[in-house]
Nanobody
């Protein structure tokens, strides 16, 4: 699966940009799809993930619960991440990722497929 991420850029605190991740080569079916982020000097962390096949509620990191929302577009084989009520601490490079299987894993090494990172910078 090849992943192509887009969106992000410079946003003001409180803003609501949207990130998108499109898959090519294969569909997301049979995969867990998620977004990680990595801030300067910090480890890459899972922000949100869900099983494309369903069956469980999406996983959200505590730091983004109630502010970020993941959604899917089956026709476009795309996953979107709506970022709301942005905070300066949300500044990071955001990566979409996918792993085969149905269980959400929080560690980056569990994901086989990665898109290129997209920078989100939040100004206060």
């Amino acid at each position: 699966v090849q992943l192509q991420a887009c969106g992000g850029g410079l946003a003001q605190a409180g803003g609501s940009p949207r990130l998108s991740c499109a898959a090519s080569g294969r569909t997301f079916s049979g995969h867990v799809v998620g977004w990680f982020r990595q801030a300067p000097g910090k480890e890459r962390e899972l922000v949100v993930a869900f099983s494309w096949s369903g069956g469980h509620s999406p996983y959200y990191a505590d730091s983004v619960k109630g502010r970020f929302t993941i959604s899917r577009d089956n026709a476009k084989n795309t996953v979107n991440l709506q970022l709301n009520t942005l905070k300066p601490e949300d500044t990071a490079v955001y990566y979409c990722a996918a792993r085969t299987g149905a269980g959400v894993r929080t560690t980056p090494r569990s994901y086989q497929y990665w898109g290129q990172g997209t920078q989100v910078t939040v100004s206060s």
